[in-house]
């Protein structure tokens, strides 16, 4: 193998390793678009499953840090939010008060 085989190989390894860090990545941490026929429920979102904007300690989707957390809202079918039912109680249009 000549250095030139060697420089090549490399730099396909290198790609590789690259395009499996990408797909490790947690795909959830961009925001969702907004969805017209979507309400943002807040405290129905389990742990890391909310949507996005889980307020303070979260930056976005995939960051809440309990289940249920007051500020952290999940998109539901408009309409439905205030009848979902949670061990904290139902789900509201606004953020929870800290």
């Known amino acids: 193998m000549n ?3 060697v420089i ?3 730099t396909i390894v290198s790609s590789f390793a690259a395009a499996l860090a990408l797909l490790a990545a947690p795909a959830a941490a961009a925001p969702k678009p907004p969805q017209p026929t979507m309400d943002k ?4 979102a389990l742990k890391g499953e909310n949507d996005c ?3 303070p300690g ?6 809440s840090s309990t ?3 007051g500020n952290a809202w ?3 079918p408009k ?11 139902t789900g509201s249009l606004e953020p929870a008060k800290s």
């Open 67 to 69: 289940d249920y957390q």
């Open 8 to 10: 090549t190989a490399a």
């Open 53 to 55: 904007a889980a307020g």
């Open 79 to 89: 309409g439905t939010c205030e009848t979902i039912k949670t061990p904290k109680g």
């Open 41 to 44: 429920c807040f405290g129905i």
């Open 58 to 63: 979260t930056t976005c989707a995939g960051t």
């Open 74 to 76: 999940k998109y539901v």
């Open 3 to 5: 250095s030139k085989d």
